[in-house]
């Protein structure tokens, strides 16, 4: 088989049936939306069907397709599944098996131009949209990285049926909603057109404006940021440099006032059992993850020869302390792996409530080490007085 050069002076084939559906549901969205509700006005039960259309089309990605299927960061039963399946080709998105391919590579080979399939450093459009529009070399799917998958019966089924599925669920519920209000075009123009231009464009912002603005405390070694005004439409997926740090966390906003719509529907569904096993990254790590970015870049601050000696040498200690902590950290996780044997309740709570302790510890540090770079950093204007 001949692979296509990457080279951008090469003539690409163009993907016709990606490209119509983005350009005639943008369209429509932009130009008939308005124009059909200023002449005819649209009724509440249509913003209705958009709304709630929309709420399970964007779950069934940011649930399902994303933190279900492609990182398994918790199970769901076959109903919910099911759903996600039903809803997630509505979104018209591809089958999970083609959705979960693409983005296990994106994890994999973030920011590499042959491997990752939408990656941000070949521009913002080309990972925004152009990346489904054209062939690249990273357009050719194997299936070979969701093997697993390929055992889920309803990812198959889905996978095999998806042209009937997604017209069924689209054509098929929307007329029926359409007859049911007496007003066809109206709910086509809302519920369809809308709410796939829009379902579309949120989820193609996580790879492009996410992977381009925003804050990165967790990385820095990859263009993914948490990006809080994005997340406000993108079901809590924002917290992106987060994810590409944690890729296991069921959650993407770790803390109970993040926004993460998503998260709290997993979290719901398994006080009543539907889901189950959410998977939490440790505290400690965590925080390991945010102190190594802060001392990185207090370091690179603090290089030049004028930097307050005080600061230097507060900031060596609370280095010391930190490679301290890590040593304690390490000591317990031995202790939970010991081999041979089992470690009682009592010994396992003991274990959690240092664990605890650990975390907030370097929480505390994290809080510490801001504040002294806050205060060199006046030192330093006030020497320069
Ligand atoms: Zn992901
Ligand atoms: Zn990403």
Redesign the pocket.
Known sequence: MNTPSIDSTVKRKRFWPPTLLFAITGLLAVIAVPLYGFIYGYHWYQWLAFAVMGAMCSLSITAGY?RLW??KTYEAHWSLRLLFALFGAAALQDSILKWCDH?RH??QFVDNNDRDPYSAKRGFWFSHIEWMMYEYPTSYQNFKNVQDLQRDKIVIWQHNNYIPITVTMNLGILTLLGIITGDIIGMFLLAGALRIAFCHHTTFMVNSIIHKFGSQPYRDDVTACDNKIVNFFVFGEGYHNY?HAF?LDYRNGIHWFHYDPTKWVIKALSLVGITRNLKVASPVKIQKAKLDLQFKKARKKLQSKSAHRGVKEALQSESLQFTHTLEEWEQLQSKKTKRGEKLSKWELTQIQTKTNELAYSLKMQGERLQALMKHGQEGKTMEAL
């Open positions: 994303h492609s990182h983005h994106h994890h994810h890729q």
